[in-house]
C-alpha cells in the first residue's frame, strides 16, 4: 500500500473521506491494514510511543497483587529456614560490606536465616515496577523489562538474605539485565530498531555480560550501558518527543541512590540494628529510576501534538482541531481500541484525520489536476471533457398583424 493520501474507507461517502497521516499531513502508510493490525513498527513508533500508555488504578493494583504474592512466596520459604546454617553449602560473601547487621557476623549458627531484613525485602520495589510496566502496556519491551527486574530483585533479595557469593553474582547479573532492558527500549523507540532485532541484541549481550562478569569492571559497564539508554533519550528529546525534566528524573534519582549508597559502605551514616538502611533505599531508588527511565519512552510530543503536524486526537466525539487546522480525532463509526491500542487514536499508530481540501489561492496560479494512476478509475475531472451541443437559436415566431 503506497501512498494513502486521498484514501476512503469502505462504505463512506465522499463528503466523510480520511486520510491517514504518520508523520506529516497526507503523510504515507508503509505496510499494514486500517482499523485492523500488523502495522509497520517502524513507522508506527515514528509517531512517538504512547502517551496513552499511563498507569491505572487497574494496572496498580495488579503490580501490588503480584509484588504481594511474591513477598508472601519468599516469606513463607524464609521463615521455614532455622539459621544461616542452611546456606553452609554456598560460598560466603563479605559480611561486613554493608551497614546492616554487620555486627552480627559470627558463625553461621548464630545468624538469622534473612541476615539483612531491610536490604533483604526493600528489593520488592524491583517486582512491583517490573510488574506495572506489563500491566500497564503488553509489548515485547514491557516484558523483557519485567522479567529482567524479576531476576534483579530475586537476585539482590537472596544476596542479602544468604550473604553469599553465588546470589551476589545472580544481583549483579540482574542489574546488567534490567539496564540491558532500557537500552534496548531505546534502541527500539529512540533509533527505529525493530523489537525482532532489540530483543535477540539484548540476549546476546546480557548474556555475554553475565558470563564474563568477574572479569569486568562493573561501574564502568553499567555507565556504559547507560550511555547507550541515554543517546536514545536525547534522540527522542531533538526529535521532539517527551520533555527534559522527564528525562533528568531517571539520572536524578539514579545519582541520588549512588550517593546514599556510598554512604551506607563507608558508615557515615551507620546503625546495624536500624530499619532504616541506606542500601535498601538504594533499592528503591534505582527501581524507581529503571521505571523512569523506561517509561519515558511512552512519552509524546513535547508541543502536545500526538503525531508531527497534526493536532492532538481526542478519545471519542469527533475530529478535533489540531495545529495545521486538520483535525486530530477518530471517524464516526470508528471501532475502539484493542489491547495493544491499534486501531485507537494513540501516538503510537497510524492515526485517521480527516482529509481536507487546502483552500486555493485565488491570486496565484492554477494548479493543474494530477494525471490518473495507471489501472485507476478516472474521476470527474480526469474524464475527457465532451463538448455541449449548440444550442439552436430562437425560432419564436412573431405575430403578424
Not at 465522499?14 to 502495522?39: C, D, H, K, L, Y
Not at 529456614?81 to 549458627?109: I, K, N, Q, T, V
Request: with cysteine.
Amino acid at each position: 500500500m503506497g501512498r494513502a493520501e486521498g484514501a476512503t474507507r469502505p462504505g463512506c461517502p465522499p463528503a466523510q473521506a480520511w486520510r491517514i497521516g504518520t508523520g506529516a499531513p497526507g503523510g504515507s502508510w508503509r505496510g499494514g491494514r486500517v482499523n485492523g493490525a500488523e502495522m509497520n513498527e517502524r513507522n508506527v513508533d515514528e509517531t512517538g510511543g504512547d502517551p496513552g500508555a499511563r498507569p491505572t488504578w487497574r494496572s496498580v493494583s495488579i503490580a501490588l497483587g503480584a509484588t504481594a504474592l511474591v513477598a508472601v512466596l519468599f516469606a513463607i520459604w524464609l521463615a521455614s529456614l532455622p539459621s544461616a546454617e542452611a546456606w553452609a553449602g554456598l560460598s560466603p560473601g563479605d559480611c561486613f560490606e554493608y551497614c546492616e547487621a554487620s555486627d552480627r557476623c559470627g558463625a553461621l549458627a548464630t545468624r538469622d536465616a534473612i541476615q539483612q531484613p531491610a536490604n533483604t525485602w526493600s528489593n520488592l520495589a524491583f517486582f512491583f515496577v517490573g510488574a506495572l510496566a506489563l500491566a500497564t502496556r503488553w509489548t515485547p519491551g514491557s516484558v523483557v523489562f519485567a522479567f529482567s527486574c524479576s531476576v534483579l530483585g530475586a537476585g539482590s533479595l537472596l544476596f542479602h538474605a544468604t550473604v553469599t557469593r553465588e546470589f551476589q553474582w545472580l544481583d549483579v547479573a540482574g542489574m546488567y539485565l534490567g539496564l540491558a532492558a532500557v537500552a534496548a527500549r531505546a534502541l527500539h523507540d529512540g533509533f527505529g530498531v525493530r523489537w525482532r532485532v532489540a530483543v535477540p541484541a539484548w540476549a546476546i549481550g546480557s548474556s555475554l555480560l553475565i558470563a564474563f562478569k568477574w572479569r569486568l569492571d562493573t561501574t564502568l559497564t553499567m555507565l556504559s550501558i547507560g550511555a547507550i539508554a541515554a543517546a536514545g533519550m536525547v534522540r527522542r528529546l531533538r526529535r521532539g518527543f517527551g520533555s527534559l525534566a522527564a528525562a533528568l528524573l531517571p539520572l536524578g534519582a539514579i545519582v541520588i541512590a549512588y550517593a546514599v549508597r556510598e554512604v551506607d559502605v563507608r558508615r557515615i551514616v551507620c546503625d546495624p540494628a536500624s530499619l532504616f538502611q541506606g542500601h535498601a533505599l538504594w533499592h528503591l531508588l534505582s527501581a524507581a529510576s529503571l521505571y523512569l527511565a523506561f517509561r519515558f519512552f511512552d512519552s509524546g510530543r513535547s508541543d502536545g501534538r500526538t503525531v508531527p503536524g497534526v493536532g492532538p486526537a481526542p478519545r471519542s466525539g469527533g475530529p478535533g482541531p489540531g495545529s495545521n487546522g486538520v483535525g486530530g480525532g477518530d471517524p464516526p463509526g470508528r471501532p475502539p481500541p484493542d489491547e495493544r491500542g491499534v486501531g485507537g487514536p494513540v501516538a503510537a499508530q497510524a492515526t485517521m484525520v480527516p482529509a481536507t481540501r487546502a483552500p486555493r489561492s485565488r491570486t496565484g496560479p492554477r494548479e493543474r489536476p494530477r494525471a490518473p494512476h495507471r489501472g485507476a478509475t478516472p474521476t470527474r475531472s480526469a474524464q475527457p471533457r465532451t463538448p455541449a451541443p449548440r444550442r439552436p437559436g430562437n425560432w419564436s415566431v412573431r405575430a403578424r398583424g
